[in-house]
């Protein structure tokens, strides 16, 4: 039993993070804000090429790195503390892992070597539902249809909340079978962005470190080597798919907690009143204490849940608790850092309230975070429907 | 990362369960799960005998070194006993303060002749120990301690003078670990000693302290010329703030998912209650049950973390481990707000008069002393603030 990093993983989270905290500068996020895409496709290029990050967790066969979800999960922290602007959250924690779970031989050969290499992926599924009572993010949140004509299928309806979906080159589409429900008749296909009958959409959004896209399909005809998984049944490794980036997710808001702490501890430290420094209050120092227990607890759960994830994508013994690692992580840190943003902002005071300074990009993200994937209520019901509703006396 | 247990090790798990399966019954099927934190005034007896029955069979002080009596058993090992001991329903240990806080002390920072004269009783399961730190005007402000220790030469004694308080279990303890001030002149942490006391003396007088709960488990304790034998001091005089707090540096917090597994064992019964009377309908309920399940699970992921981890070479806590109490306390007192209000209307109804309370009814209330006693969450937020953040201290008045 031995929880905690090795000393080849902290290399990659210590790589990560120096190389972050030098790009990701509070200009390269506003002038990333301001782009086309919502990234600086020339970094986006270096971390490819250069550090092959996306290539991390692809297998070796398909040309990628072949290390775990656990390194992943150590890179993506850095991503979330340092607000990196990219595809990177889309295209490998959606993207290729759909590919992973769900993906044929061939599809896996031909599209994870160029997701490796640099193009983007995001993956569709939801519809404006997603938004509905509270939240509604798995399988019976699809509307869009699929139907089989010949050997091909004919794609149409809606999709909304498509993280980097206007700027992706491939796009992973979650349809149903029509008048199916629920988790019935759900299909998962890979195509090209450019396929004839896609429509894109950027929606302008309140947290502009990470771009939406709403998608519109008409008549998109699609040809049967695009189908993944068995026509109709693919709402479980739907699921899967759902819950590996929700680990991804927290972990991205587990680093954004800990970024919270951290400026506000450095700004307290610095600012004087009283004829001293604010940290030295208790006031002050309670508040802190409070964040640095989110980050630290939220941290165990990230790592619990990044070692369950790992077992799932190679079928471990704990593969299984994927869902329940996934919500308790979700639940955790959504709340964790919103709270630790919201506390950040007042720790500054009249400057947190500023354009100029970064807190409110991170207060803005925790909001988006916390939102995307379901909130903290929306897993813990999720979790609620495991422990009381079941009939099984364990 | 690895986060299952090798091989020798789920074996020695399988010894443990074993162990407990055919000790824990007969006489002593009564008294498990009892005798836990706010149930500790239960069974005593019963519990005494059963520290004997476990000291026989190898299983007290399963963490010290064997050349004290100890097992020797690793960090995972005691983990994993820790674990089965709680998930059979072992009672609640009357020796564990001996165990946990006495003995590694003893170890640490004693004298030879000291190690032999006070480890094996506490092996043995027959001495059982109290702390004596608190004062009435020494809680948060623990250094502030005024009891007074003076040596009197023609008697080679140490002579006790003063009150302590909180003292968990003085009521059915042998001996008593007690800082005291051995230079009348000092303030603060200089010119305090570390006194091992026996408690069955003219001179010390334990008073029992009615609880919230209606229950004594603490006590104050009042030493009026208590003796102590020159040899009874653990490390020189003035360096008691060192011995008393040596250890929390160094405490990894092994036997906290023994406590995490009887959390558990609470948190089934509270689930078990709200399917049974419908308050698992309940949407805010079910949140609240959601949640608590989900910090629990991540208590016991945060402990992991702690045991694997390493500590600073200044023996300075991680930071994961500087949490912890303030985590655990917080979750355990809103577990017993849970329970209250799982009950519903009914909760508000005793078992029988004047004031016998459930085990669920009991908890609420005790849990309210989690988060004061071994530092408030206040003290704790401090120590956070400064030795984990390097945030200033207050000015001192």
């Avoid at chain 1, 790009?23 to 895409?37: G, L």
């Avoid at chain 1, 990219?86 to 599209?111: E, H």
């Avoid at chain 2, 003893?106 to 027959?126: D, H, N, R, S, W």
């Avoid at chain 2, 985590?327 to 109804?349: F, P, S």
Wanted: proline fraction near 3%.
């Amino acid at each position: 039993m031995e929880f905690r990093f090795t000393d080849e993983q902290l290399m990659i989270r210590d790589t990560a993070q120096q190389f972050l905290a030098e790009v990701s500068t509070s200009e390269a996020i506003r002038a990333a804000m301001a782009s086309e895409h919502g990234y600086d496709a020339q970094l986006w290029q270096q971390i490819c090429q250069d550090l092959v990050w996306p290539a991390l967790h692809i297998p070796e066969q398909y040309e990628g790195m072949g290390l775990g979800y656990v390194e992943l999960v150590a890179m993506v922290e850095q991503m979330g503390r340092y607000l990196l602007c990219s595809p990177f959250f889309a295209t490998v924690c959606l993207g290729v892992n759909s590919l992973l779970v769900a993906g044929t031989d061939a599809q896996k050969a031909r599209w994870l070597p160029q997701l490796a290499a640099g193009k983007t992926a995001t993956l569709a599924w939801c519809d404006g539902r997603a938004a509905a009572r509270g939240g509604c993010w798995d399988a019976s949140s699809i509307s869009a249809t699929a139907t089989a004509e010949g050997d091909d299928f004919i794609l149409e309806g809606e999709y909304r909340y498509v993280v980097d979906g206007a700027s992706a080159d491939v796009l992973i589409l979650a349809a149903r079978l029509a008048g199916s429900t629920g988790s019935q008749g759900v299909s998962l296909f890979v195509v090209p962005a450019d396929t004839v009958g896609i429509t894109r959409e950027l929606l302008p959004a309140l947290d502009q470190t990470r771009r939406q896209a709403a998608l519109r399909l008409d008549k998109v005809r699609v040809s049967a080597d695009a189908l993944m998984a068995q026509p109709g049944q693919a709402a479980t490794a739907l699921q899967t798919i759902l819950d590996l980036a929700t680990v991804a997710l927290a972990a991205e808001q587990m680093g954004g907690a800990q970024q919270c702490l951290d400026m506000a501890v450095a700004y307290t430290k610095e600012r004087s009143q009283f004829g001293r420094s604010i940290a030295s209050f208790q006031a002050i120092k309670h508040k802190a204490a409070d964040m640095m227990l989110r980050a630290e607890v939220a941290r165990s759960g990230v790592y619990y849940a990044a070692c369950v994830a790992q077992e799932a994508l190679e079928g471990g013994p704990l593969a299984t608790e994927l869902a329940e690692a996934a919500s308790i992580a979700k639940s955790y840190c959504s709340d964790a850092y919103f709270k630790n943003a919201g506390e950040c902002l007042q720790m500054h005071g009249g400057v947190g309230f500023t354009w100029e300074y970064d807190v409110h990009l991170h207060s803005k993200r925790a909001k988006a975070s916390e939102h995307f994937l379901g909130t903290g209520a929306y897993h813990r019901e999720r979790l609620a429907q495991h422990l009381l509703d079941q009939e099984a006396a364990e | 990362m690895k986060l299952s247990f090798s091989p020798a090790d789920e074996q020695f798990r399988q010894e443990v369960a074993q162990w407990l399966n055919e000790n824990l019954r007969g006489e002593f099927e009564k008294i498990r799960f009892r005798g836990g934190p706010g149930d500790e005034h239960m069974f005593q007896h019963e519990r005494e005998q059963w520290e004997k029955v476990l000291a026989a069979g190898g299983w007290t002080c399963v963490g010290w070194p064997k050349e004290y009596g100890g097992r020797g058993c690793s960090i995972e090992q005691q983990v994993i006993f820790f674990e089965e001991y709680a998930r059979a329903g072992g009672p609640g240990r009357v020796g564990h303060i001996g165990e946990g806080l006495a003995g590694p002390t003893i170890i640490a920072f004693g004298t030879e002749a000291q190690k032999q004269k006070y480890l094996p009783g506490i092996v043995a399961g027959t001495d059982l120990w109290c702390q004596g730190y608190s004062e009435p005007g020494a809680g948060s402000d623990l250094a502030n301690v005024k009891t007074k220790a003076r040596f009197d030469s023609e008697k080679n004694k140490w002579i006790i003078n003063g009150q302590k308080v909180w003292t968990s279990l003085a009521h059915e303890a042998h001996y008593c670990f007690v800082i005291a001030r051995t230079d009348p002149a000092s303030s603060g942490h200089k010119g305090l000693g570390f006194f091992l006391v026996k408690m069955d003396q003219p001179g010390v007088t334990v008073r029992p302290i009615q609880q919230i709960t209606g229950t004594s488990e603490f006590n104050e304790v009042f030493f009026d010329d208590a003796e102590c034998d020159a040899n009874d001091i653990v490390g020189a005089p003035g360096e008691g703030w060192k011995v008393a707090m040596g250890l929390l540096g160094f405490e990894r917090g092994v036997s906290t998912l023994g406590q995490q597994m009887q959390f558990q064992n609470e948190l089934d019964d509270v689930i078990a209650l709200a399917r049974r009377n419908g308050a698992a309908t309940d949407p805010v309920i079910r949140q609240r049950i959601a949640k608590a399940h989900t910090e629990l699970k991540i208590m016991r992921y945060n402990s992991l973390r702690m045991l694997s981890g390493q500590s600073g070479s200044d023996g300075s806590l991680q930071k994961e481990a500087l949490i912890y109490k303030l985590y655990w306390a917080t979750w355990h007192r809103e577990l017993g707000e849970l329970a209250i209000d799982v009950l519903g209307a009914e909760g508000q109804i005793l078992e029988a008069a004047p004031y016998q309370l459930s085990r669920l009814q009991s908890m609420y209330l005790f849990v309210r002393s989690d988060t004061i006693y071994g530092g408030t969450n206040q003290i704790q937020r401090n120590i956070i603030a400064e030795r984990g953040l390097g945030m200033p201290k207050e000015p001192r008045g």
